[in-house]
């Protein structure tokens, strides 16, 4: 029986079966300000022409897999009630034949501990879309106690970003799509922040952190870019025309937020404290099994400089006799998923889903018992 993978993250789903390739596709449908009768799903994205002004859509389509079976994530402590409708949607909307409903951080321990067979334990730092979690995992279990969420994602970054721009120099609070592209394109996580604030306010050659992004016009230019540094004007404006926006400060100051919440009045902790947090938490032994073990996935963690900065923010919460390790895996995006790959290939798998006829015999209580959510 044919098993489908689906890391249902909020921003990119990342699907497919688990003999192929994941395919890491947009999770909503879109309407563009051009057509705004035609709704594009998913990857389809790629088909509008001007996508200035996007407005996006929660998709749902009907298909049916009776011969298939489905590892699908969801959110830590989900209601009870999104739960039972995942349940019907899974079994009676799209019939498939069992289900094993999951948290992404739990694949992404499955497969830190199958590629480490020696660890016992690990710290799984998933920062997403929406939320970043810090989730302990000891023998491929979670510990419940230990579990921290930071009310911080990639969607308040680029909307903070939005806000940036717009203040400082173009409206762009409507092009969601565009400002995600130049946060995804530009921004990085400074090593020290108060050294690069102080290049950011020179002027000139002497900014070394200054960028001059490319806008898309949708005509000649489709995707935007980031001038090189020899191209770049510093006084005056570009003789070719082009519309671009000037990014100092805001490269380092954007994925910040991730580091130091409070800076925009969010009064929550920042990850490296929430790691340590969530550690302290738990048994004295355990400590150094988590320090060393850290696993980090989602998008977010892409920003370059990301893992160096974690290490050495924690280096400096951690008691000196602890070794820290930081493990950034080469594609963290998709690492939850190629971990539901080795799990749906794993002689346990069927001892850990529900079948159909389970489901249909006995309701939701069946998932409630089997699935530790």
Not at 8 to 33: E, H, L, M, T
Not at 112 to 125: A, G, N, R, W
Not at 220 to 228: L, T, Y
Not at 345 to 360: A, I, K, L, N, T
Request: with cysteine.
């Amino acid at each position: 029986m044919a098993t489908l993978v689906l890391d249902n993250g909020a921003y990119w789903a990342k699907i497919g079966y688990s003999q192929d390739k994941v395919s890491v596709i947009p999770n909503c449908q879109f309407r563009s300000k051009t057509s705004r009768l035609k709704t594009f799903t998913a990857n389809q994205l790629d088909e509008i022409k001007d996508p200035s002004g996007l407005f996006y859509i929660l998709p749902f389509q009907k298909v049916e897999f009776p011969d298939t079976s489905i590892i699908i994530t969801e959110p830590y402590f989900n209601f009870s009630s999104i739960q039972e409708s995942m349940n019907e949607i899974l079994f009676e909307e799209y019939q498939f034949q069992s289900a094993l409903r999951i948290n992404a951080g739990s694949l992404s321990a499955h497969h830190y501990f199958t590629s480490k067979p020696s660890e016992l334990c690990c710290l799984v730092v998933d920062s997403g879309f929406s939320f970043t979690h810090i989730v302990p995992y000891c023998r491929s279990k979670k510990l419940k106690e230990g579990i921290r969420r930071i009310n911080v994602g990639g969607k308040l970054l680029t909307n903070h970003l939005k806000e940036i721009i717009s203040y400082r120099q173009l409206h762009v609070m409507d092009e969601t799509y565009v400002i995600n592209q130049v946060k995804e394109d530009v921004c990085y996580v400074s090593q020290q922040f108060y050294k690069d604030m102080e290049i950011a306010q020179m002027k000139g050659e002497e900014n070394t952190v200054m960028r001059d992004y490319v806008l898309p016009d949708f005509s000649a230019i489709k995707k935007g870019f980031c001038k090189p540094r020899e191209e770049m004007v510093f006084s005056g404006k570009y003789k070719t025309g082009e519309q671009t926006l000037r990014l100092a400060n805001e490269r380092f100051a954007v994925p910040e937020m991730l580091f130091h919440p409070s800076d925009i009045g969010i009064q929550e902790m920042g990850i490296p404290e929430a790691i340590a947090d969530s550690v302290q938490s738990l048994p004295e032994e355990m400590h150094p099994h988590f320090y060393q073990n850290i696993v980090l996935t989602g998008g977010n963690l892409l920003f370059p400089g990301f893992r160096e900065r974690l290490e050495a923010e924690l280096r400096s919460l951690v008691p000196a006799h602890l070794p820290v390790n930081v493990f950034l895996p080469e594609n963290p995006v998709c690492y939850s998923w190629e971990g539901g790959k080795l799990l749906a290939h794993s002689p346990d798998y069927d001892e850990m889903v529900v079948m159909r006829e389970d489901y249909e015999e006995n309701g939701h209580i069946v998932c409630e018992e089997k699935f530790d959510i």
